[in-house]
């Protein structure tokens, strides 16, 4: 497996992760987003409405988990990383978020000025074909 072949190819192909935050009473909260992945810089872009419990939660604690969701049988990435707020806006990523997710323009036009953009760096990730194909990537 070319492991960093498949990494690039998963996170361009898949659209959604599931993405792990830690409230304050210390219990962990996950929740689907949308995502687009820079390969120039391995950061991964989420949107999320102001003052909701994700934004409440990365601000007490900014470490998160998040796994892909697969597209195709079990193929996904797995890894733990930093969340901070992005100073880049939506409408900054538009183009790269709707060239990957078409219908994401309708979800810009409708809350583009309460949406608010989060950025995950990570230096390794867990790329994972199938049951005995799986392997660790350093970035």
Request: hydrophobic residues 40%.
């Given at each position: 497996?070319?492991?960093?072949?498949?990494?690039?190819?998963?996170?361009?192909?898949?659209?959604?992760?599931?993405?792990?935050?830690?409230?304050?009473?210390?219990?962990?909260?996950?929740r689907?987003?949308?995502?687009?992945?820079?390969?120039?810089?391995?950061?991964?872009?989420?949107?999320?409405?102001?003052?909701?419990?994700?934004?409440?939660?990365?601000?007490?604690?900014?470490?998160?988990?998040?796994?892909?969701?697969?597209?195709?049988?079990n193929?996904?990435?797995?890894?733990?990383?930093?969340?901070?707020?992005?100073?880049?806006?939506?409408?900054?990523?538009?183009?790269?978020?709707?060239e990957?997710?078409?219908?994401?323009?309708?979800?810009?036009?409708?809350?583009?000025?309460?949406?608010?953009?989060?950025?995950?760096?990570f230096?390794?990730?867990?790329?994972?074909?199938?049951?005995s194909?799986?392997?660790?990537?350093?970035l």
């Amino acid at each position: 497996m070319d492991t960093l072949k498949e990494f690039q190819k998963m996170m361009a192909e898949q659209t959604d992760l599931a993405l792990a935050t830690v409230g304050a009473d210390g219990i962990p909260n996950v929740r689907v987003v949308n995502y687009y992945f820079n390969p120039e810089n391995n950061v991964i872009y989420f949107a999320t409405f102001k003052n909701n419990d994700k934004v409440k939660e990365i601000k007490q604690n900014q470490n998160v988990a998040f796994t892909t969701i697969p597209k195709k049988e079990n193929e996904h990435i797995k890894a733990k990383g930093i969340a901070i707020k992005s100073k880049k806006s939506i409408f900054d990523l538009a183009d790269c978020f709707c060239e990957k997710i078409p219908d994401y323009r309708e979800t810009i036009e409708y809350g583009g000025k309460s949406l608010i953009v989060y950025e995950i760096h990570f230096k390794t990730a867990t790329v994972v074909l199938d049951l005995s194909n799986i392997k660790t990537l350093k970035l």
